[in-house]
């Protein structure tokens, strides 16, 4: 199963911006749609936002609409997540991984470590 290595979580000040990257070793994953989900202590890991596999079919979760933004780069084999205006409530873990196009549900198998986001007010 391809590796996915999330990073450029980190402490920002609410209405500040942060860019997650997600990097994929092993095969590529240029043909698999991808999400973006978060998880906060004592919570549920939600959904966030998915891309399908070429980028143009893409859905946020109606938290971040309007502030967040997901992208992809094949060549690259790497799915951002550039998030603007930034609120405490955005605070969390946040994981990529593989996704069903159809339902936006992650594929099974282990997630990564994820990287941390921390909002302050």
């Known amino acids: 199963q391809v590796q996915l290595v999330e990073s450029g979580g980190g402490l920002v000040q609410a209405g500040g911006s942060l860019r997650l990257s997600c990097a994929a070793s092993g095969r590529t994953f240029s043909s698999y749609a991808m999400g973006w989900f978060r998880q906060a202590p004592g919570k549920e890991r939600q959904f966030v936002a998915g891309?399908?596999?070429?980028?143009?079919?893409?859905r946020l979760a109606d938290s971040v609409k309007g502030r967040f933004t997901i992208s992809r780069d094949n060549a690259k084999n790497t799915v951002y997540l550039q998030m603007n205006s930034l609120k405490p409530e955005d605070t969390a873990v946040y994981y990529c991984?593989?996704?069903?196009?159809?339902?936006?549900?992650?594929?099974?198998?282990?997630w990564g470590q994820g990287t941390q986001v921390t909002v302050s007010s």
């Open positions: 991984k593989q996704v069903f196009p159809s339902s936006w549900y992650p594929l099974g198998g282990s």
């Open positions: 891309i399908s596999w070429n980028g143009g079919n893409t």
